[in-house]
């Protein structure tokens, strides 16, 4: 019996966007007259459970085989692929099953006295070993979950003009925004709106949505009904409509990546350790088999990035590899599909009328699917008031440097017809960067944006007259962005090139230029220039410079000049924190032609958020006052804090003054019911709430000072800790009959009881449970046991103890 040889392979590792297998060096050949193969004889069908060897190296697996009555040897496609060889049609059975000896530059032969199977072969017929950087499953991801409750966000507003003049007042009206919502697990009711009044007029309220939307997380899709805005595509105009939206959503699912991964594939001629690096930073370090092998679901993010591949033998021979790639929300993962449809009226003049839609109905239908990896499909459709609007794009990688994207479109509104044409371009390597987008409408184009457009609010009065802006799509548009590094470390030179020319044929081009600059400290210094190559009147200069100090002050200093000369500026801030009794304060200066000064102060207490300004500007002085807070009522109770822009949780500790930590930043202490609302969480995202125990009764028993919640749309969770006040507990100091104390170690139990607990240095033991006549046993270390007898009488917020217990 000849001894089958391990492989020779040199190493080689690819990336590309998707699954791909890049091997060299591959394993030599098996030649069939070098390999005894052990073949059953003829006429017997049976079950094999083999443990398999590749190359004489164990998988250490075992897999299922059935011996077919001709001597052959057939498993499942999975069977093989779990354990390392490609499942290839072309050897498949009649029942399904591949059959061993007809797969391809695979010889095998079965030990049957040790019911093995040693199979040799090639990295071409062996099947990848996937290494997942990232495993999750659906059971190890928290469910969203909502209580039922309410929030009203508002912001008050106040000011006094003219101060240090005779004609002071001194209130001059107040404003507010307000935000209200209701929340359960059934979805989410949202109504904001805003209100003002001066000191002789009331002007009542202005609505400005009022929207439910409830998400189903399941199936990744998002219902709303009311005011919303409808989905749309890099080359698409939104609309604000007032209606129905069905709507893919994959924000519920904060694991969920949509963007193609790249993917790591190579081979190694042994058994060896595998290290990934992204962006300079291991990822993963492990052991990979000798042959093919896989490296998935590594961390990415859009824009350019490298992947570096380390592989290190036994001997300590190591291949490195460095690979770039580049990704982007333009492209969707083979099998993935986006979309959204609507249907409504379009609203107009938001924010200055409550109740202003178009009188016409219309549909909106826009779609996004990953063919594969390195193509993305999408088509979007609107409609109504004889507006026929439709088009088709597709987005494709360039290589690992980039990704670009094509569209046409076209529409037909009242016998007019017109065409769209969109293209864009993003490129990056070695630090250079290159974002180019080319936009041009032929005829009339025309789509829901256009067509439902209120031309009466589009008129203004210029010093020549009256100008209309067209609320029609542009007839060009292109933008160039390039960005580099400076001939400084720490240095970056941005430039960029618009121009856009309206329906009604006007024109602007505009070009800008940026330079930053890193020195000392973290300290930068930056300038940038922009001008209008259509109005020479249009122009800016800026410069200057940012110093960071300790304690959150920034210093800032520049000048500038614009069409309205020079000025000079000079700005000391303190920056605000979340954390609450945290404060901040500025201090501006800007002289020139038209002289601006500020001095503001802001507080976060523990129920609002309070902010003072005076400010001189053309020879007025204005002082104002806002106050930002929210109302909640959740868990029983009514809370008032600062302003809930999310999600937000209710924590029950059972006890006051118990501090309570957010993504381990302290939020604050709960209150005399032992409660206390924690703002700033994100929905559809683990968020991590704890408590810091040190304040608790010393009485106190709690399972866990750790939560995990993962809260539903802008709603509301109760956080329970379970403290529980355990009364029935005492410290007892247990000795034997000489006065000794007994043994560290030792296990004893309350007679009745089951429970066990542990004797701890010099004899003291946590015993629970108590009554007030207690019998205890204590098991000793020659197989003995003792017993003691002692009374207990609870002491509520003090951890009784009881002294000398004779257990004999």
């Known amino acids: 019996m000849s001894t089958l040889r391990s492989a020779a392979a040199s190493l080689v590792v690819a990336l590309c966007i998707g699954p791909c297998t890049l091997t060299s060096g591959r394993a030599q050949e098996p030649n069939a007259q070098d390999v005894e193969q052990t073949v059953p004889q003829p006429g017997i069908s049976q079950d094999l459970y083999l443990e398999v060897f590749i190359n004489d190296e164990p998988t250490g697996l075992v897999a299922a085989f059935r011996q077919r009555e001709d001597g052959g040897l057939s498993a499942s496609p999975q069977e093989l692929a779990d354990v390392g060889l490609k499942p290839v049609s072309d050897a498949k059975d009649k029942d399904g099953s591949i059959r061993v000896d007809r797969l391809p530059n695979v010889q095998y032969r079965i030990d049957a006295e040790n019911q093995r199977l040693y199979v040799t072969t090639n990295d071409t017929a062996r099947a990848a070993k996937v290494v997942d950087l990232n495993p999750k499953s659906d059971e190890d991801r928290p469910k969203p979950q909502s209580s039922y409750g309410a929030v009203l966000n508002y912001s008050l507003f106040a000011s006094s003009n003219n101060l240090f003049k005779g004609s002071t007042k001194p209130f001059q009206g107040i404003s507010g925004g307000f935000d209200a919502r209701f929340f359960s697990p059934f979805g989410t009711l949202t109504q904001s709106f805003t209100s003002s009044a001066s000191d002789t007029d009331f002007q009542g309220f202005k609505r400005l949505n009022t929207t439910y939307a409830y998400s189903d997380t399941e199936r990744l899709i998002t219902y709303r009904a009311g005011d919303f805005i409808s989905g749309g595509l890099q080359w698409t105009r939104p609309v604000y409509l007032g209606g129905l939206q069905v709507q893919r959503n994959f924000h519920l699912r904060s694991d969920l990546v949509t963007i193609p991964i790249p993917v790591i594939s190579g081979s190694a001629a042994v058994p060896s350790t595998l290290e990934v690096y992204t962006q300079n930073v291991r990822t993963y370090s492990g052991t990979v088999p000798s042959g093919p092998f896989q490296v998935t679901n590594f961390p990415v993010f859009t824009g350019s990035g490298q992947a570096q591949v380390v592989v290190r033998d036994t001997l300590g021979r190591e291949t490195k590899t460095t690979l770039p790639f580049y990704s982007s929300n333009l492209l969707l993962q083979k099998g993935l599909l986006d979309f959204s449809a609507e249907v409504g009226f379009p609203r107009r003049d938001f924010g200055t009328a409550s109740n202003d839609y178009a009188g016409d109905a219309m549909g909106f239908a826009t779609a996004r699917y990953g063919v594969a990896d390195w193509l993305t499909l999408e088509g979007h459709f609107e409609g109504g008031a004889n507006l026929l609007n439709g088009g088709v794009g597709v987005a494709f990688p360039i290589g690992g440097y980039g990704v670009s994207s094509l569209a046409v479109a076209g529409s037909s509104h009242d016998g007019d017809t017109g065409f769209l044409v969109n293209g864009s371009v993003e490129l990056s390597y070695h630090g250079y960067t290159v974002f180019a987008r080319m936009q041009q409408a032929f005829g009339n184009y025309d789509d829901v944006a256009s067509v439902s457009a209120d031309t009466r609010q589009l008129s203004v009065f210029d010093p020549t007259g009256v100008t209309v802006f067209s609320p029609r799509v542009p007839r060009s548009l292109a933008q160039v962005t390039v960005s580099a590094p400076g001939p400084f470390d720490r240095s970056n030179l941005n430039l960029s090139f618009t121009q856009i020319e309206s329906a009604n044929g006007d024109r602007n081009r505009i070009v800008g230029a940026s330079y930053t600059q890193s020195i000392f400290k973290n300290s930068s210094f930056y300038a940038t220039a922009f001008t209008d190559l259509e109005n020479s009147d249009s122009f800016g200069i800026f410069a200057g410079l940012t110093i960071p100090f300790d304690n959150n002050i920034t210093v800032s200093t520049g000048v500038e000049q614009t069409a309205d000369g020079v000025s000079g500026v000079v700005d000391v801030a303190k920056s605000e924190q979340l954390e609450e009794g945290s404060y901040g304060w500025r201090l501006r200066t800007r002289e020139g032609n ?215």
């Open 594 to 808: 038209n002289p601006d000064r500020l001095a503001s102060a802001s507080y976060r207490g523990r129920y609002a958020r309070v902010q003072g300004d005076v400010e001189q500007f053309a020879g007025n002085t204005r002082a104002s006052l806002q106050l930002d807070g929210a109302l909640a009522v959740a868990a029983g109770g009514v809370f008032a804090t600062n302003r809930i822009n999310d999600a937000f949780a209710v924590v029950d500790v059972g006890a006051p003054d118990v501090e309570v930590l957010s993504e381990n930043r302290p939020v604050g202490k709960t209150n005399r019911s032992g409660k206390i609302l924690v703002p700033d969480l994100n929905s559809y995202e683990p968020n991590t709430v704890a408590i810091d125990p040190k304040n608790l009764p010393v009485d106190a028993s709690i399972g866990s000072t750790r939560n995990i919640i993962v809260p539903a749309d802008r709603s509301g969770v109760v956080v329970d800790f379970h403290v529980s006040k355990t009364s029935a507990t005492a410290v007892v100091d247990l000795v034997d009959s000489s006065g000794k104390p007994l043994e560290a170690g030792l296990r004893g139990h309350l007679d009745g009881s089951p429970d066990e607990f542990v004797i701890g240095y010099d004899g003291e033991a946590f015993i629970d449970k108590l009554q007030a006549q207690n019998s205890i046993s204590v098991d000793l270390l020659d197989g003995r046991s003792c017993k003691a007898q002692f009374s207990y009488r609870p002491q509520p917020g003090t951890q009784v103890k009881i002294g000398k217990v004779v257990c004999s």
